[in-house]
């Protein structure tokens, strides 16, 4: 028997790694059965077969998990988005920090292709650095950030999230070149990423630590909260919550709220709050259905 990380899963086989080596594993028949989510983070326990194979006997308590990407006991998430090619998207973004901080990980925002970035374009990293994020900027082909990267992601178990086309996997080669990810240009006709990465897998970093390439995606379900919850995984809300008048503030329509007074005096970024609301619509109309 020995202990190991699940690092990668793939056509019903999980690799495991451990001291000494990576090993490919299958379920014990008690998993399969009992339909339990095996996912890539996972600390496990398995017997070994032979030298190169195994079983997983045993899959230990998680400290953190996220339904999408599909990752356990990871504590940072970055979440890459581009400044162009694609362009940023609020309410995606918005969405994966809440999910993230639902989930008890740290986040941390970095903003992608700081080398496309026209002059026009919205003031991105500002907003998510006044609403109290981490905020990186990067260029995976000029290199602006990519030391900071590195450093942010020494000695921690990350993973990379956002949209197909951000520059994920060429962020991660430009941060360790030996990684040798796949690439992939931008589509030019349908303006948007191509899905270079199928599945999640974890990698060693040589400065310490280990980091996740996941596929993107373009949509995201809130997870289960209360309504009155919702403005706590807005940080840049907290501080305002005693300028409102009533407990339980929803912050909506409520006379003397001193979130939406933040809004009006341009405290609180609009386009934060217009993903506030859209997300608590969506939790309300949750909590009608049940």
């Not at 990752?71 to 940072?76: G, L, M, R, V, Y």
């Not at 303006?191 to 270079?196: A, E, F, I, L, V």
């Not at 939406?260 to 109309?285: K, N």
């Amino acid at each position: 028997m020995f202990e190991g990380v699940i690092v990668k899963a793939y056509g019903g086989f999980y690799y495991v790694r451990s001291p000494a080596g990576d090993l490919e594993c299958t379920l014990r028949g008690r998993f399969r059965l009992g339909r339990q989510d095996i996912l890539v983070g996972d600390r496990v326990g398995c017997q070994t077969t032979d030298s190169a194979r195994g079983v997983i006997e045993k899959v230990h308590p998680r400290a953190t998990v996220l339904t999408r990407p599909p990752i356990a006991n990871i504590n940072q998430a970055v979440v890459v988005f581009s400044f162009v090619n694609p362009r940023p998207i609020a309410r995606l973004l918005d969405r994966i920090l809440v999910q993230v901080s639902f989930a008890g990980i740290t986040p941390l925002v970095c903003f992608n292709k700081f080398d496309l970035r026209e002059r026009e374009d919205a003031p991105w990293p500002e907003i998510y650095l006044k609403a109290g994020y981490r905020v990186i900027v990067t260029s995976a082909v000029t290199g602006e950030g990519v030391d900071l990267l590195r450093q942010s992601l020494q000695d921690h178990n990350s993973v990379l999230a956002g949209p197909s086309g951000t520059g994920k996997s060429s962020l991660l080669n430009a941060v360790q070149p030996d990684l040798g990810l796949k690439t992939d240009a931008i589509s030019r006709k349908l303006k948007r990423g191509k899905h270079t990465t199928r599945h999640v897998e974890l990698l060693p970093l040589t400065g310490g630590g280990m980091v996740a390439d996941t596929p993107g995606f373009s949509s995201l379900t809130l997870p289960d909260m209360k309504r009155e919850d919702l403005g706590y995984y807005f940080p840049e809300f907290e501080q305002y919550f005693n300028r409102c008048k009533f407990t339980g503030c929803l912050h909506r329509r409520e006379p003397v709220c001193g979130v939406r007074q933040a809004v009006e005096h341009h405290v609180i970024a609009r386009e934060r709050y217009t993903s506030y609301l859209t997300f608590l619509e969506e939790v309300m109309q949750r909590e009608r259905r049940y």
